[in-house]
């Protein structure tokens, strides 16, 4: 499946590293035409980027790209059924939130079997663990295009901790419905 949606996208010979989420200040997309950069400059096989979003800064980031003269597409918003679809046509999504909460997209995409690069803020760390997940300093753009980099050149694929497959948290839930049966059963 991944292969056929590769070649739907026609990127069956090209690399792909993305940014998905709303193109909105606090999502930090001012910080991609430098990322996206940073990796063209390293990766010297066919690389293209993706936003998909919307949101205020989509111009801005459209002029810079245009300007570096990245092969960037932008994708718009997309219906959220549609996301594993592109997820899967993905080898990198890249988060440089300034603030983030859980980061869910994160998830996604390693799920998606992409791997996934943030900035260290909310959960990123304890989704990614400390080597994919960045401080946003002035190394920030170096050290994630360096890991971006190390993705595309390596067949290496991301795993999720245990503690975020379904079944931990059906577990998880089941156990606090329990403790709140028996809290009431108590009462009665």
């Known amino acids: 499946m991944r292969k056929d949606l590769r070649k739907k996208y026609c990127v069956a010979e090209s690399k792909v590293v993305a940014f998905i989420g709303n193109v909105i200040d606090i999502k930090n ?26 949101g205020n800064q989509r111009k801005n980031i459209e002029k810079r790209v245009h300007d570096l003269q990245l092969n960037c597409v932008f994708w718009g918003n997309q219906p959220r059924e549609a996301i594993p679809d592109y997820l899967q ?38 989704i990614l663990g400390e080597s994919d997940a960045f401080e946003l300093d002035d190394t920030f753009t170096d050290k994630i295009s360096s890991r971006i980099v190390y993705y595309l050149e390596n067949e290496i694929f991301q795993s999720l901790d245990v503690k ?25």
């Not at 997309?29 to 919307?54: M, R, T």
């Open 29 to 54: 997309p001012n910080a991609l035409p430098s990322i996206f950069e940073k990796v063209k400059e390293k990766y010297e096989k066919d690389v293209q980027f993706w936003i998909i979003g919307d």
């Open 89 to 126: 046509c993905i080898d990198v999504v890249v988060l440089p939130s300034l603030q983030e909460g859980f980061g869910m997209v994160l998830v996604e995409a390693i799920k998606c079997g992409a791997n996934a690069v943030a900035s260290k803020v909310g959960g990123a760390s304890e």
């Open 164 to 188: 975020f497959s379904w079944e931990n948290t059906a577990e998880i839930e089941n156990s606090h419905i329990q403790n709140i049966l028996s809290a009431k059963e108590d009462k009665f």
